[in-house]
C-alpha cells in the first residue's frame, strides 16, 4: 500500500509560479511510475505529466507542455510538478498518482494509488 500527500498548491497571480510536492510513504517508491493530474470543477481529471522511475522518461499534456516540469527525488520519496507562466485556466485541484510499474503513463486508469489533492487558484 502506498499513501500519496500534496502540498504546495495556492493562490498565485497569472503568469507566477508554483511548485507541488508529492511525498510517498513505503520503501518501494523507486519502482513506481508517477503522475500528475488535475480536475477542475464540473470537468473530469485530466492527465498533466508523468515521469518513470529513473526521471529518465517524462510525457506532458499539450496544455502545459513547456510551462510545467515534472521531477522526482527517489531518495526522499518525493515527486515534483513546477509549474511556470500559470494562467487562469491551470486552476484545479491536482492530484498526484503512483502506479505499480516502472514506467510513464498518461492514462488515468493505470494508476493504482491517489493523493487528496492540493487546490491550485490563478487569478487574471
Known amino acids: 500500500q502506498v499513501q500519496l500527500v500534496e502540498s504546495g498548491g495556492g493562490l498565485v497571480q497569472a503568469g507566477g509560479s508554483l511548485r507541488l510536492s508529492c511525498v510517498a510513504s513505503?520503501?518501494?517508491?523507486?519502482?513506481?511510475?508517477m503522475g500528475w493530474f488535475r480536475q477542475a470543477p464540473g470537468k473530469e481529471r485530466e492527465f498533466v505529466a508523468t515521469?518513470?522511475?529513473?526521471?529518465?522518461?517524462?510525457f506532458y499534456s499539450d496544455s502545459v507542455k513547456g510551462r510545467f516540469t515534472i521531477s522526482r527525488d527517489n531518495a526522499k520519496n518525493t515527486v515534483y510538478l513546477q509549474m511556470d507562466s500559470l494562467k487562469p485556466e491551470d486552476t484545479a485541484v491536482y492530484y498526484c498518482?503512483?502506479?505499480?510499474?516502472?514506467?510513464?503513463?498518461?492514462?488515468?486508469?493505470?494508476?493504482?494509488?491517489w493523493g487528496q489533492g492540493t487546490q491550485v487558484t490563478v487569478s487574471s
Open positions: 513505503g520503501r518501494t517508491f523507486s519502482s513506481y511510475g
Open positions: 515521469v518513470a522511475w529513473n526521471g529518465g522518461w517524462t
Open positions: 498518482a503512483a502506479r505499480s510499474q516502472r514506467f510513464q503513463s498518461l492514462y488515468r486508469d493505470d494508476y493504482d494509488y
